[in-house]
């Protein structure tokens, strides 16, 4: 820090991707507040600062709020560690505020914080409690959203409902974009038709999410600003049917971006296909993730019918995909069954992946899964040269298709493979490419303490981080303690260091 | 290792023909530099139609625009038809950490409404029939004593007690009213046009109280327990007169039914 005393927006990245699905132990580290404290000592001109995937604290919180007189952004995406006490710091001591945004954080709910803004602040522009899991206080929500007349973007938390939706629109007609809290309400009611009037006067709305526990007769309220909408979001509404889907999304014809949940079946995306001609972004997330559920849900027909083609089977589909949409730069497709070959052939999906490659040249991030040999990574190492990001699973036959990858995607920088058969050949064979990465993740794979021994030794400037559940001898893993040389490592981090190996790493993970 | 052949057209059926990727079997390594021809693609005719009734040619509308495109689709689970059986489609017997790669918020939406986070889901085994709910809606009949025509309300488009009972409170306001105005004697009643209330059904203050009928068979006073137990549990609802109620608990008279006929008397005496 004391190199940049100037320094007035910081983002930070802590955990790795795979965090997310529970897969890092929880003290893993990527923790704010030695960075926190260095920028209060050093850099008093801090304007803003991003953290994803770290863990922060209320003292940190407060730390920050009272450190900078100019902050004016926080964004804490993935984050933990703090509660409901560390916004209300936040929200008592920035005076200049314009934005905070908490995007799917894990905060403990411990009362108001809310009502910490003072009357006199006036400055927020975009606010984002979707996340917090409490109830928040409607009055003060009200009093602020009436005062900041420069608010352009309020993504509510699930507590707040309809009736203090109706409430706050109607106070805030430029919201560009609103996130909902509970959707559900009386149709027939006054709050409902009040809201249906605050939609009305809202001209500046592009983007809408939110929609906790849709109530769908509510639904037509938002029709009037659904033609206007460029993102769309409803993968949190798990009551809506297909139908009311198909009914809300047939307004949406400006749509670019649409999250929306497997329910919305095949009919429903036939119907984005048709309605939607500006669509460059959709993901699809499941309604019931683990259930054998009776949902009629997205199958090749629905992804087909996006790019039409050939029902039935699911490398057509990805072939018909990756002729009709050569500009996609992300695609990422989740099999729900690990190794699940093309129902129609019951082949590997391999040809099907090696044309999406083939022909989206400007393809940055990819998700593979299903049955897939070394040939897909043969194709991904031959044509994906715009790579940046590869996550694999259940994938491979061999350390061929690890190097394939290490090999051919240059512009690779985030690789993360779990439940494959790479072994330490690939991974040391490998090394010249690491330091040019951002890092590398294995997971249950085929590499041994030895091989990561190996090249951590090769490479001073990687910190090689092994993790393992079972249990230690005191002397550790550096004394060949409880764990042998031949044995798999479980989990495997590497990524490049100018610091050396870091101390703030659990016991169960070790440096090499 | 499985062989599989790439490249060649093995076009089935209605399938595009396959773009002849490498071959299988060659090191790419001695490729020279895209010399080959990979673009046999070009050559096909696809037939790019979209699947409805006088749809346009979509893709011509996708050729005009540059703007990079995202596709994420979460899952693709395969539909029964496709001559799997839903045991295939099954998640794999011993649970997979991490798998499906979800965040952990999105697991429980299906059921869970909004309650305090200290309240367990219920939808932790995946074998119970709740997770099935999904986006399946949770229709019961209500009925209200002194009303001949009953409703039906969907219990999963309410998140607590109170929204319920003025989501009842709104189901039977104008079949009271119509009652009302079909009775002459009602109509001079002091409450004049005006539409009233049903208040009080949960706290026995009211008229009417609400009573559920559990997949047991058992009749229960709505509001003992979680929310979103009750969902999951009631089968009927059924508007009790509070007055019916305190007499059914004396000994003697049988308990009250969902299938007793509805009271004889068309005097609804509403709280003000």
Same mark, same amino acid.
């Given at each position: ?139 003060? *929500? ?32 430029? *919201? ?5 809290? +509970? ?175 083939? +022909? ?153 | ?25 060659? /090191? ?236 004889? /008397? ?7």
């Amino acid at each position: 820090m004391a190199r940049f005393p100037r320094l007035r927006s910081l983002t930070l990245k802590g955990k790795p991707h795979f965090a997310d699905f529970n897969l890092v132990p929880h003290d893993w580290g990527g923790y704010a507040r030695p960075w926190i404290e260095a920028l209060a000592r050093g850099c008093p001109e801090l304007e803003e600062l991003r953290l994803k995937r770290m863990v922060i604290t209320d003292e940190c919180l407060e730390l920050l709020a009272r450190s900078f007189p100019n902050f004016r952004a926080l964004f804490l995406v993935s984050c933990d560690g703090f509660s409901t006490d560390g916004l209300a710091a936040i929200a008592t001591h920035c005076r200049h505020l314009r934005e905070l945004d908490l995007h799917e954080n894990e905060v403990d709910d411990r009362g108001e914080w809310l009502s910490c803004f003072p009357e006199s602040s006036t400055s927020l522009v975009s606010l984002n409690f979707a996340c917090l899991k409490g109830e928040v206080n409607a009055a003060a *929500l009200e009093r602020l959203v009436a005062r900041c007349t420069n608010l352009r973007s309020l993504w509510m938390n699930r507590s707040v409902s309809l009736e203090m939706l109706s409430r706050i629109v109607s106070k805030a007609p430029h *919201l560009e974009d609103l996130g909902t809290g +509970s959707y559900v309400h009386d149709p027939h009611s006054e709050s409902y038709h009040n809201l249906i009037n605050a939609f009305l006067n809202c001209k500046s709305i592009k983007s809408l999410s939110g929609f906790w526990d849709v109530a769908p007769r509510c639904l037509p309220a938002v029709y009037p600003i659904c033609s206007q909408l460029a993102y769309l979001n409803l993968s949190y509404a798990a009551t809506i049917q297909a139908d009311d889907l198909i009914n809300m999304i047939g307004h949406c014809t400006k749509l670019q971006k649409l999250w929306v949940l497997d329910c919305i079946g095949d009919k429903g995306l036939a119907v984005v296909a048709s309605r939607c001609k500006q669509l460059e972004e959709l993901r699809v997330f499941p309604s019931d993730p683990f259930g054998h559920g009776t949902i009629d849900s997205v199958t090749e027909e629905g992804l087909v019918s996006i790019s039409s083609g050939c029902p039935g089977s699911t490398r057509c589909s990805l072939i018909t995909i990756a002729k009709n949409c050569p500009n996609f730069v992300r695609f990422r497709l989740c099999i729900l069954s690990p190794k699940k070959p093309d129902p129609l052939t019951h082949r590997p999906l391999d040809e099907g992946f090696g044309a999406i490659v083939q +022909s989206c040249r400007g393809l940055r991030r990819l998700s593979v899964s299903g049955l897939l040999t070394d040939q897909v990574f043969l194709y991904i190492g031959k044509y994906a040269k715009k790579l940046e990001m590869l996550s694999v699973a259940f994938a491979g036959d061999s350390d061929k298709g690890m190097l394939y990858l290490l090999n051919g995607c240059r512009s690779l920088r985030k690789l993360e493979i779990r439940d494959c058969p790479f072994g330490d050949a690939a991974l040391l064979k490998g090394v010249g490419r690491y330091e040019a990465m951002r890092s590398l993740w294995m997971s249950s794979c085929e590499v041994t303490l030895r091989g990561c021994q190996a090249l951590a030794a090769m490479a001073p400037r990687l910190n090689v981080e092994i993790m393992h559940e079972e249990e230690e001898d005191a002397g550790g893993i550096s004394c060949g303690g409880g764990l042998d040389d031949a044995q798999r490592v479980e989990k495997m981090y590497l990524y490049r260091t100018l610091a050396g190996p870091r101390s703030d790493a659990p016991s169960n993970l070790f440096t090499l | 290792m499985e062989a599989v052949s790439g490249g060649g057209a093995r076009g089935r059926g209605s399938c595009p023909k396959l773009l002849d990727l490498i071959p299988n079997g060659g /090191d790419w390594s001695e490729r020279d530099g895209g010399q080959r021809d990979y673009g046999v693609a070009e050559e096909q005719k696809l037939e790019l139609r979209l699947g409805l009734p006088g749809g346009e040619d979509w893709r011509a509308v996708r050729e005009e625009e540059e703007p990079p495109s995202v596709l994420s689709l979460g899952f693709l689970p395969v539909r029964a038809s496709s001559n799997l059986s839903s045991h295939d489609r099954a998640a794999p017997s011993s649970p997979v950490v991490g798998w499906p790669p979800i965040r952990s918020f999105r697991k429980n939406l299906a059921s869970s409404s909004f309650s305090k986070p200290s309240y367990p889901s219920q939808n932790e085994n995946p074998g119970k029939t709740d997770t099935q709910e999904g986006c399946r809606k949770s229709l019961v009949k209500i009925n209200m004593d002194g009303m001949p025509i009953g409703r039906k309300i969907d219990l999963k488009a309410h998140s607590s007690y109170d929204e319920l009972s003025s989501a009842v409170n709104e189901l039977f306001r104008g079949l009271i009213a119509a009652q009302r105005n079909e009775n002459p004697a009602l109509r001079n009643q002091s409450h004049g046009g005006r539409r009233q209330a049903i208040t009080g059904l949960l706290d026995g203050s009211g008229e009417h109280t609400l009573v559920y009928e559990d997949n047991e068979g058992d009749v229960l006073l709505v509001g003992d327990v979680p929310w979103d137990m009750f969902v999951a549990a009631a089968k009927r609802l059924r508007m009790l007169k509070s007055s019916e109620l305190s007499s059914s608990l004396s000994v003697s008279s049988p308990m009250p039914t969902f299938n007793s006929p509805p009271d004889d /008397d068309p005097l609804i005496l509403l709280k003000l």
